[in-house]
């Protein structure tokens, strides 16, 4: 009988040293990820899709554009992508004629994550590439439109988003962006040229995230 009580008192004793060392090994395992209908281990690289809104020319324009990044430490991404964007048909009263905007751009992305593991953060991609744009005028139909001219250019663009991990393999990000454009002039010689200030503008984008984070 005293065997007895002396040995389940000493596996009593060893029952918290146990648990722990179980727990401290399971939170190690464990990234610790939160989503929005759960939690995620997940980790790797991911695909996304933007559309947006601008104004190019001080006149607004539409956004569309693609990435692919790989993730270190779920804190920082990097991967390759780009933008394209067309402004709204506008009457030129030089040329007696609709003219139009469109052009894209692309190259590096740099993407600082911060507290990647709750379920709503804050990150920081930023774009560093090149691009074109075309100066175009549109005919007495849809079919005959005439590109007058192009340009390219180098472009820097930060943005912040607040993205949110909405399950494990799906991410949301309602971002802001702004264009840093090297200079450029493109048109036509009848009217004044349009300048590298017509790019230079703020950028709104919902970015839809598919992969393993």
Known sequence: MKRIIILSAFFITLLPVSYSQRSDSSRVYDDGFRTLLGYNRSRGAYGAFTIGYSTIDLHDAVQMGGKIE?????SFGFGFGGTGFINEYHYDAGLARNVFLTGGYGGLFLEPVLFPKFPVHLSFPALFGAGGISYITKGNDTYHNMIQDSQ?????????ELEMNVTRHFRLAFG????FI???NVGVSEV???????????SYQVTFKFGRF
């Open 70 to 74: 790989w993730l270190v430490a779920h």
């Open 182 to 184: 090297t200079p450029f």
């Open 152 to 160: 390219a250019f180098l472009v820097a663009e930060p943005s912040v």
């Open 176 to 179: 802001t962006s702004y264009r």
């Open 192 to 202: 004044p040229k349009i300048d590298s200030d017509a790019l230079r503008s703020w």
